[in-house]
């Protein structure tokens, strides 16, 4: 399968706890993309890398969360000291930088659902 | 703010008959509009794309939506409802710049009754 995949699927924390995730992007995908997905609510946009540069933040990641992508190829979004209101999934998704003016397909993963007790 | 807005949280149809799925996008410059289909325990799925060229856009599984700029509306529509199109829908817009970042609606749940 040569889609995005994320790993865990699913993740049960304590609070207080740190959890990381990993998002492996389409292999030629230079962009990429985090979302977060509440209870019935649609995804808001969280951050985005162009190759290994994160390019923007949105005010939603605090400064619990820290996103990485070290090598341009997959990336990491860990959370510190989880709190309840942490529980959503977190979504990923890649795309190929847009040509000016355009827009680019962003394809997602299935998700990382994670729950704080 | 950059938003869209789904009218409607939950729509029942039977299978077979049509489907019309409301969608509004606020403008303030030429967007791009976007439908995606979220499947139980599934990624987002794109189901159709408009981005400036033909008003009446045409995407999988037979699903169409109409750009009217007038109404700021981008409603998806089947004409025939199936089993398998019970999903979550989510109409998104994207006004492009340099993140190209996705503003989701929140959402429509489609049930479709045998």
């Known amino acids: 399968d040569t889609g995005v995949s994320q790993d865990p699927r699913h993740k049960i924390t304590k609070r207080g706890q740190n959890v990381t995730f990993r998002c492996d992007p389409i292999?030629?995908?230079?962009?990429l993309y985090w979302y977060r997905q509440t209870l019935g609510q649609g995804p808001e946009f969280l951050t985005y890398?162009?190759?290994?540069?994160?390019?923007?933040k949105s005010r939603l990641l605090s400064d619990r969360f820290s996103a990485e992508r070290p090598k341009g190829s997959f990336s990491t979004l860990e959370i510190q000291r989880t709190e309840q209101g942490d529980s959503a999934m977190y979504l990923c998704?890649?795309?190929?930088?847009?040509?000016?003016?355009?827009?680019?397909?962003?394809?997602f993963g299935p998700g990382t659902r994670l729950t704080v007790l | 703010a950059q938003s869209v807005t789904q009218l409607d949280s939950h729509v029942s149809v039977s299978e077979g008959t049509p489907v019309l799925l409301r969608c509004n996008y606020s403008?303030?410059?030429?967007?791009?509009l976007f439908w995606y289909v979220q499947h139980p325990n599934k990624g987002l799925q794109l189901l159709l794309k408009?981005?400036?060229?033909?008003?009446l856009v045409k995407g999988i599984n037979g699903f169409e939506a109409e750009f009217k700029k007038s109404e700021t509306s981008f409603h998806l529509t089947k004409p025939s409802a199936h089993m398998s199109d019970a999903a979550e829908y989510f109409c998104v817009v994207s006004y492009g710049g340099a993140t190209n970042k996705l503003i989701f609606g929140t959402g429509t749940l489609l049930a479709v009754q045998p």
């Open positions: 292999s030629e995908h230079n962009r």
């Open positions: 890398f162009q190759n290994e540069a994160q390019l923007e």
């Open positions: 408009y981005t400036s060229a033909a008003t």
């Open positions: 998704a890649s795309s190929l930088v847009p040509m000016a003016g355009g827009q680019n397909e962003q394809f």
């Open positions: 403008s303030s410059y030429s967007p791009s």
